[in-house]
């Protein structure tokens, strides 16, 4: 099973908002509610930002807001930080029973 | 703070076995999915596969005739073992904790570079 697909790059400037695409495939994004989203910065753990589509984990900033529409999901980090610049990879379930990585996208905060 | 680390040996000669461990500090072993996923260099990250607390495992298709995974509920340890490896093989590898019955990971490591 081939990877999620996303954008491999964005940039922004601090305070504008940019959303980040994933899309998949019946087999995984368009048959379940699994859609989670990770932060990955530079030799820290990843992060989990977003799990069940939309759901922030506890102490997650508002900022970053998610959704689904058939096989493609997305994420949206409003007011764009400098502390936001980082990778990020959208996950799903799947049909196999596995889980399922997007290609990652790179965000700079210009 | 529920905390993971990995650990093992950072190079490893190709045909021969990686192995890995992952020590969980902060919070018990029961109860979780402990999963093993990898990001190969300029890659992104894929998931090898998980084992629960009572030993039941779940590997990817792509993975599954090399891998092996333990639990050790009294060291609160999890092992990755793969075999045969090759260059392709060489990824940093980490240890994330996900929810019993729940479809993410709340908790990751840092990561371990191993090179083959």
């Known amino acids: 099973q081939s990877a999620l697909t996303q954008p491999a790059s964005m940039a922004g400037s601090p305070g504008q908002s940019i959303t980040i695409s994933c899309t998949g495939s019946s087999d995984d994004i368009g048959g379940f509610n699994y859609v989670s989203w990770y932060q990955l910065h530079p030799d820290k753990a990843p992060k989990l930002i977003i799990y069940d589509v939309y759901r922030r984990p506890s102490g997650v900033s508002p900022r970053f807001s998610a959704s689904k529409s058939g096989d493609a999901a997305s994420l949206t980090i409003s007011g764009l930080q400098a502390e936001d610049e980082a990778d990020y990879y959208c996950s799903s379930y799947t049909t196999s029973a596995s889980r399922i990585f997007g290609t990652g996208t790179k965000v700079t905060v210009l | 703070q529920v905390h993971l680390q990995e650990s093992g040996p950072g190079l490893v000669k190709p045909s021969e076995t990686l192995s890995l461990t992952c020590t969980v500090s902060g919070g018990p072993i029961s109860g979780y999915y402990w999963n093993w996923i990898r990001q190969t260099p300029g890659k992104g990250l894929e998931w090898i596969g998980y084992i629960y607390d009572t030993g039941r495992t779940n590997y990817d298709y792509s993975h599954r005739s090399r891998v092996a995974m333990s639990v050790d509920t009294s060291k609160n340890q999890v092992s990755l073992s793969l075999s045969y490896v090759t260059a392709a093989d060489t990824a940093v590898y980490y240890c994330?904790?996900?929810?019993?019955?729940?479809?993410?990971?709340?908790?990751w490591g840092q990561g371990i570079l191993v090179s083959v």
């Open positions: 994330a904790r996900a929810p019993g019955g729940l479809y993410y990971f709340d908790y």
